[in-house]
Nanobody, 122 residues
Framework: QVQLVESGGGLVQAGGSLRLSCAAS????????MGWFRQAPGKEREFVAA????????PYQDSVKGRFTISRDNAKNTVYLQMSSLKPEDTAVYYC???????????????WGQGTQVTVSS
């Protein structure tokens, strides 16, 4: 079992930055692929970024490439999402997820956090 708790969301102006954190507890965090997803009102949950166990693979959604950076600290059981040059269309609830042999599809992830709201004002 893996428990995930996100933090770091908030209200920011367009062009600003935020860093989301996801603290994990439970077994085998270090072997899990960690992902960030987001869901805006009235829309489906969508993939944002993922990172495999050693950071060697970090796929991103095209719309966030060059603006968002995912990283992990296995010693702290924490994964981060650094978000820069934020746009109003980035507004959503952001979820952290953990899975094994997972990549970009939500169904590949077994464990989910409760989400943190990110609001970008224009």
């Amino acid at each position: 079992q893996v428990q995930l708790v996100e933090s770091g969301g908030g209200l920011v102006q367009a062009g600003g930055s935020l860093r989301l954190s996801c603290a994990a507890s439970g077994r085998t965090f270090t072997s899990a692929t960690m992902g960030w997803f987001r869901q805006a009102p009235g829309k489906e949950r969508e993939f944002v970024a993922a990172i495999n166990w050693d950071g060697g693979s970090t796929p991103y959604q095209d719309s966030v490439k060059g603006r968002f950076t995912i990283s992990r600290d296995n010693a702290k059981n924490t994964v981060y999402l650094q978000m820069s040059s934020l746009k109003p269309e980035d507004t959503a609830v952001y979820y952290c997820a953990a899975g094994y042999r997972a990549r970009v599809a939500p169904h590949e992830y077994r464990y989910w956090g409760q989400g943190t709201q990110v609001t970008v004002s224009s």
